[in-house]
């Protein structure tokens, strides 16, 4: 995503939701995303200058763990092909914490509170476009997808190589220059009142795994019944 489809995003999401935010839900539970990020939407001017920032782009890569909690690594992108890690953090969205770990060798973040304000500033822009990508689910013009086939090589030690082939899927998502209309504020509130989950795996504290059924979430009563994930 262009640093322009950012301020788009984030001028939707303020406008879409009026400032309240209650379940986090994501139509996808592992991926990654490429953001370009102009950098006051993520520093204060005396950092930028400091750094003597410009445009920075970044790679997002994301897994929901369970209903609350989302793990990310966010690495940067430091030239043609190569990526510079930045940091990794747990998110918790119900109780708004964060367990945050800094790379130590990485030039851009060292101190917490610039990293706090960074992660906050990639993880809403996250929840933004998982919620995004949901309400225009069935709009093509805005939300669509091609699965594509990539060979995959893992390297083993005193082994051959092991390469297999995986299939991915990659989005496109369009975001315009339009004002949100009250009929797309109402679909995303109708979206927010009732919505299903698909069995998954949950990670608990402890590390351990269980396996969670298809179920319900929200007022049952309100569920659509072409209301699915990606």
Do not use: C
């Not at 009250?182 to 990670?203: C, D, I, N, Q």
């Amino acid at each position: 995503m262009s640093s322009g489809d950012l301020k788009r995003l984030d001028e939707w999401w303020l406008n879409i939701h009026d400032g309240a935010f209650n379940e986090f839900r994501p139509v996808i539970e592992e991926g990654v995303i490429l953001l370009e990020m102009h950098p006051n939407m993520a520093f204060d001017q005396s950092f930028i200058d400091a750094n003597n920032l410009t445009s920075l782009s970044f790679l997002l890569y994301f897994k929901q763990l369970d209903d609350v909690r989302v793990y990310y690594e966010i690495y940067q992108f430091t030239g043609e092909d190569q990526i510079k890690y930045i940091l990794k953090a747990t998110k918790n969205y119900r109780e708004l914490k964060s367990e945050l770990n800094i790379y130590s060798d990485n030039k851009l973040i060292q101190k917490t509170e610039n990293a706090i304000r960074f992660l906050d500033t990639i993880t809403t822009s996250h929840i933004a476009l998982m919620n995004y990508m949901e309400l225009y689910r069935d709009v093509k013009e805005r939300v669509s997808y091609e699965s594509k086939r990539k060979k995959v090589t893992k390297r083993r030690k005193k082994r051959k190589k092991n390469t297999r082939s995986i299939t991915i899927k990659v989005y496109n998502v369009n975001i315009p220059p339009v004002p949100v209309s009250e009929k797309e504020k109402k679909a995303y509130r109708r979206m927010k009142e009732s919505w299903t989950v698909r069995g998954h795996w949950r990670t608990l504290p402890s590390g351990r795994k269980t396996w969670v059924r298809n179920h319900v979430k929200g007022n049952k009563k309100k569920l659509e019944p072409n209301t699915y994930h990606f």
